[in-house]
């Protein structure tokens, strides 16, 4: 006979041991040290990095270790502008994210939307695409989306090696409920997975499901792209993409200690710990130590990692995986080119028109983030000429002059090593009024959310 297990153990050693949580702006002039204390448990590195990946803090050092059962872990953070964390609302929402009540109280099954701060979305229905990109794509699915009377409400769109990983979230024009029929989200997969099959060459396959985790949508996009990339036998580079320095990521063994190493050092930028910490995760192994630093340009990290079953990376097929899976990881939010951000008022068809427009003038989307707040359609898409030349001033003019009569548009040039550069631009811009600029500001967005009704 077994012995018997209560499964409210975890819970109750988590509440005699609750995670304590220290924000200090003192300790140096130019970041906000953020330092974590709590009883070890699978992902929880995983779940920290989450929440100032979310907050869209950059994270310059970092020191982590779980030995012991115990983890501890001091960031070096600034926000998007970079300077200190000093707003007490995100200092409020990172202690009650990451402190006792992150154990003690039920998580509520929220929007992983994360490009609005914690917006909630309200009812819909999430859909994943994951299939062979090409030019013009993202106007199609927009348009089938249309045609279907679904409205788009949010999404985030990959792109990396001639595939294209998507979730978007809608709801019916009608009632502005989920779309739950099943005979017409039965035609909306089979036309959708239409599009995604391309030219019918690419082994890898194509899906279009609906989801109804609640899983964040970026740590989604690497789950989908994941399994391309562990399939993936010609990694051909698509149109328009351009490497500009691949990462260096290197694997040894640590044999008096019984860890695998992990190396990276490639350009650094936001959210790359979480990028590299999420595809390790998923890989099912665990981070029990590890040092990040940035010089301003280059992001080195030392990670040591073992597998779940507390094995180490022993062949050198298992190695050279986990180097590649790292190495698109690192690569696939990285866009280069133009990125162009639109503001105005929301109405169905909007994105399918906008779309549209972008395929007509050449120009291919790398990646997409849309979001729909209080009626307003706030989308940024990143794209670049799908021959590899850098985008004609004359076509983003033209682009300008053809949607910029209802929608406020801003462009700016995407620098090679910044995965999300506009961000910074747009935070500046929040005080600014929107009248009388051409930005507009998710952080700013996402500070009116903390204090709604919203907030986690």
């Known amino acids: 006979m077994r012995p018997y297990f209560d499964p409210e153990y975890e819970n109750f050693n988590q509440r005699i041991n609750p995670p304590r949580v220290c924000i200090d702006n003192l300790a140096c002039d130019d970041c906000t040290l953020v330092k974590v204390d709590s009883m070890n448990k699978t992902g929880i590195l995983l779940e920290v990095v989450q929440v100032l990946s979310d907050l869209d803090l950059t994270i310059s050092k970092a020191y982590i270790t779980s030995d ?83 409205n788009v409400i949010a999404a985030e769109v990959w792109t990396h090696r001639m595939r294209v990983a998507c979730v978007v979230y809608v709801n019916d024009v009608g009632s502005g409920k989920a779309v739950d029929d099943p005979n017409r989200l039965g035609k909306i997969e089979e036309q959708l997975n239409n599009l995604l099959r391309g030219q019918g060459n690419d082994s890898r396959g194509v899906r279009a499901n609906f989801s109804m985790g609640s899983t964040p949508v970026d740590r989604r996009l690497h789950q989908l792209m994941l399994s391309d990339v562990e399939t993936e036998t010609d990694p051909t580079v698509g149109p328009g993409e351009v490497i500009d320095v691949k990462p260096v990521v290197t694997i040894e063994r640590c044999e008096e200690k019984a860890y695998s190493v992990v190396n990276v050092k490639c350009k650094d930028r936001p959210k ?170 998710f952080g700013g967005l996402f500070g009116k959310n903390l204090s709604g009704s919203n907030m986690l």
């Open 272 to 441: 790359l710990l979480f990028d590299i910490v999420c595809t390790l995760t998923d890989m099912e192994f665990v981070v029990f130590h590890a040092s990040v630093t940035s010089d301003g340009s280059y992001g080195l990290q030392e990670l040591f990692i073992r597998r779940k079953d507390g094995g180490t990376l022993d062949s050198k097929d298992e190695v050279e995986k986990v180097i590649k899976c790292l190495e698109a990881a690192i690569l696939r939010r990285v866009s280069e080119g133009f990125s162009l951000e639109l503001c105005g008022e929301d109405r169905v068809g909007l994105l399918s028109d906008l779309t549209r427009v972008l395929r007509e003038h050449g120009l291919t989307v790398a990646r997409a983030d849309v979001a729909t707040v209080g009626g307003q359609a706030m989308n940024v898409f990143y794209v670049r000429d799908p021959s590899g030349k850098p985008v004609n001033p004359t076509t983003i003019d033209a682009v300008r002059k053809e949607v910029g009569q209802t929608i406020m548009l801003s462009v700016k040039n995407v620098p090679s090593n910044s995965a999300t550069p506009s961000k910074v631009a747009r935070q500046q811009a929040a005080s600014t009024s929107l009248a009388k600029s051409n930005f507009f500001s």
């Open 68 to 150: 012991g059962g115990w983890f501890m872990d001091v960031f070096h953070v600034t926000d998007p502008s970079g300077r200190k964390v000093t707003d007490q609302k995100t200092i409020d929402y990172i202690e009650k994210a990451l402190g006792p009540e992150s154990n003690i109280l039920p998580k509520r099954d929220t929007s992983p939307l994360k490009s609005v701060g914690m917006h909630f979305i309200g009812d819909h229905t999430a859909i994943e695409l994951l299939g062979t990109d090409r030019p013009g794509l993202l106007s199609d699915i927009f348009a089938v989306l249309k045609d279907s009377d679904c």
